[in-house]
Nanobody, 122 residues
Framework: QVQLVESGGGLVQAGGSLRLSCAAS????????MGWYRQAPGKQRELVAT???????NYADSVKGRFTVSMDNAKNMVHTQMNSLTPEDTAVYYC????????????????WGQGTQVTVSS
C-alpha cells in the first residue's frame, strides 16, 4: 500500500507564501509523477501542478509564474512553493502520485493524500 502524507498548509494573507510538501511511502514502489490538485468549496477538483520523475513539470495557467513544483526522487517527496497567493487560491490541496509497483513498471496506479487546507485572506 502507498501512503501520501502532506504538510505545509495554513492561513496566509494575500500576497504571502506557503510551501506544501508531500511524502510517499510504501515498499517496492517507483514514483512516476507527483503533484497537487485542489478543490475549492462548490468547485471540482483541478490540477495545480505536477512533476515527473524526470523533472518535466505541468502547471495550471492560474498558478504559472507563482508556484514552483520540485521533486526529491531519493526521498519520494514533492514540494510546491506558492508565492503571491490570492484569495482565489483558497482550497483543499491534495497530493497526487502515480506509482508503479516494482518490478512491474508498465502498470501505474494513482494515489491521493488526505488533503491540506490553504486559506488566503484578503
Amino acid at each position: 500500500q502507498v501512503q501520501l502524507v502532506e504538510s505545509g498548509g495554513g492561513l496566509v494573507q494575500a500576497g504571502g507564501s506557503l510551501r506544501l510538501s508531500c511524502a510517499a511511502s510504501g515498499s517496492a514502489i517507483s514514483i512516476n509523477v507527483m503533484g497537487w490538485y485542489r478543490q475549492a468549496p462548490g468547485k471540482q477538483r483541478e490540477l495545480v501542478a505536477t512533476i515527473t520523475s524526470g523533472g518535466t513539470t505541468n502547471y495550471a495557467d492560474s498558478v504559472k509564474g507563482r508556484f514552483t513544483v520540485s521533486m526529491d526522487n531519493a526521498k519520494n517527496m514533492v514540494h510546491t512553493q506558492m508565492n503571491s497567493l490570492t484569495p482565489e487560491d483558497t482550497a483543499v490541496y491534495y497530493c497526487y502520485a502515480l506509482v508503479s509497483r516494482l518490478p512491474y513498471r508498465q502498470y501505474t496506479y494513482p494515489y491521493w493524500g488526505q488533503g491540506t487546507q490553504v486559506t488566503v485572506s484578503s
